[in-house]
């Protein structure tokens, strides 16, 4: 009846500017024959396999261009641990992490729950280590927790245990993946911090006479109301709150002298990691005395979810 209503709400818009023949109805297609019909891809697609390196490297095959990193970058940065390991090796901060593997847990899950709690204090954070950003991100409070998360991520089918859905706190369909590895994050907190905040910031990279130059924008700063930032938040009209720019002070010329900082470190970061295209860095800041500042990168997302922001 909703559709229906729809319909004839608009019958006046449709039954001037549409018809039949200008509908066009979706054909299935391999890459070599979309080559024949196109001039380029721009790819938006946010996760798998859009922002791996799959599509990338077909399209590669067949000559055609594409917005975005190459598929190496591509297939480094999807994976949250290859992608920090990267960036600790160079100097930048990350959070202290972990990567726990169903063999591992299947063989001996006391043994493996004793390694995480020597390494890390609760709350912590677990998430898959190569989805896309804040699918199934649970901040960990006890050991109940832990062998709930575990077992789900590594369930052996579709359908969800409600009694461990419970113990989560899941809500309704919310999405968790079957995966046979996920990460364990320590919780970052402001560590003596006077200011502390979750920050997005986006780029954009131009070419110059061959050479990339990178463009880095304003961070905003990303409000949530639970322990981590959901899905419904990042993505969905109205839910999430975004404050740009980044409230980094309340004086404007400490904010400029902070937000710049901010921005040559994110610069840094997607140069190490070859980035192109337009892309995203999810990252902590702490703000100390004297504008010294720490940035503690989450994660890098090569092809961003296209948000209504």
Same mark, same amino acid.
């Given at each position: ?21 200008? @509908? ?12 024949? %019909?196109?001039? &380029? ?11 791996? &390196?799959?599509?990338?490297? /077909? @399209?590669?095959? +067949? ?23 990267? #960036? ?9 992490? @972990? ?6 847990? /299947? ?5 493996? %729950? ?10 912590? %954070? ?13 901040? %960990?409070?006890? /050991? ?7 077992e789900l991520i590594f369930r052996k089918e579709q359908a969800l245990n409600p009694v461990l859905?419970?113990?989560? =706190? $899941? ?6 993946? *079957?995966?046979?590895?996920? #990460? +364990? ?9 006077? =200011? ?7 780029? #954009? ?20 109301? &639970?322990?981590? $930032? ?36 994110? @610069?840094?970061?997607?140069? +190490? ?7 995203? *860095? ?20 090569? #092809? ?6």
């Open positions: 009846p909703l559709v229906e209503e729809i319909i004839e709400k608009c019958a006046d818009i449709t039954e001037k500017y549409s018809s039949a023949s200008n @509908l066009d109805y979706p054909t299935k297609i391999n890459f070599t024959e979309l080559a024949k %019909i196109v001039d &380029g891809v721009f790819i938006a697609l946010h996760g798998r396999p859009g922002e791996d &390196g799959t599509i990338q490297t /077909e @399209l590669e095959k +067949v000559g055609l261009p594409y917005n975005g990193s190459s598929p190496a970058t591509s297939q480094i940065t999807i994976n949250k641990f290859q992608t920090n390991e990267i #960036l600790k090796n160079n100097g930048f901060l990350i959070a202290k992490h @972990l990567l726990v593997h169903q063999k591992d847990w /299947e063989k001996d899950s006391r043994k493996m %729950i004793e390694d995480i709690r020597q390494q890390f204090a609760f709350p912590f %954070i677990a998430k898959p280590v190569d989805d896309g950003c804040s699918s199934a991100v649970k901040k %960990i409070n006890n /050991e109940d927790e832990l062998k709930a998360f575990s859905c419970e113990k989560l =706190h $899941l809500h309704v369909k919310e999405e968790f993946p *079957i995966k046979n590895v996920y #990460l +364990v994050e320590e919780l970052i907190s402001a560590n003596n911090a006077k =200011h502390f905040m979750e920050i997005t910031g986006g780029m #954009l990279t131009h070419f110059n006479e061959g050479m990339i130059e990178y463009e880095i924008f304003e961070a905003s700063e990303a409000l949530s109301e &639970g322990d981590v $930032l959901s899905l419904e938040e990042k993505f969905l009209a109205g839910e999430g709150q975004n404050i740009t720019p980044a409230r980094y002070s309340k004086d404007a010329e400490e904010r400029t002298i902070i937000s710049q900082k901010v921005k040559e470190i994110f @610069l840094n970061a997607a140069k +190490v990691l070859h980035i192109e295209g337009y892309a995203r *860095i999810d990252a902590f800041v702490r703000i100390f005395e004297k504008n010294e500042i720490e940035v503690i990168f989450i994660e890098v997302n090569s #092809l961003p979810g296209m948000t209504p922001a």
